[in-house]
């Protein structure tokens, strides 16, 4: 793309990002109207590839929670932009990055071993922290996609439930990309499913309270699946580039 034409789209972006949250918040709470459960959703505003002036104009349009996919990215901005907003890691975390993860993020959306869990736990215990994390389930069991498998899932959150050092808030997952978010619905259905039936099992330190699902392309069945994490990006900043 010219230099010149590339400009006008990051110019367009710029002047939009407030407009564009306002727009996904509204698209959000019309998508709850059809609920049956109150649980409130929270916007995960995914600012990877994002630089620092458009992540403070988000917060100054009223981003509270601000989701990163790679610890080492995440770290520049934090060291820079600091504590404007809570920070989620969104995307595949490596055992060997863990110690970054705990200092930087206040909940970890992609837990998906028992041995990451036992890293975060022993890298936590060391800040004196107990972090917050999310079980990631690949439901279609894509090989592209991290994430337990879901007959899998239950086992995993009943071991790392035992680790006094992370706490685990629910389930999150990434179905396959789709142009039409109807095909993503049944991803969340099951993701919603799984959850319910692993807090019938009562597992003491493993809240089922937070489902991540839904992006772009997709919050609104999402929510209307019972999302109470969504986490958006493109809609908000337009195409990375
Ligand atoms: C990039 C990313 C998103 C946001 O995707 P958009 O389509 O830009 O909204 C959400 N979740 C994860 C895990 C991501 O890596």
New binding site residues.
Partial sequence: MPADQLAGRQAFHVMSITDNIKTVMDRIAAAQLTRRDPASVKL?I?T?TIDSERIREAVAAGAAIL?E?RVQEAKEKIEKLGGIASWHL??HLQANKARHAVKLFDLI??VDSLALAQELDRQAAKLGKVQNVLIEVNIAGEASKAGMTVRKAPALVREAAKLGNIAIQGLMT?PPFSEDQEDSRPYFCVLRELAESIAKEHIPNAAMKELSMG???D?EAAVEEGATLV???????GE?I
């Fill in positions: 995960v995914v990877k989701g996919n969104i995307g959306h992609s990434i992006m772009s392309g919050f986490r958006v990006g493109t809609a908000i900043f990375r």
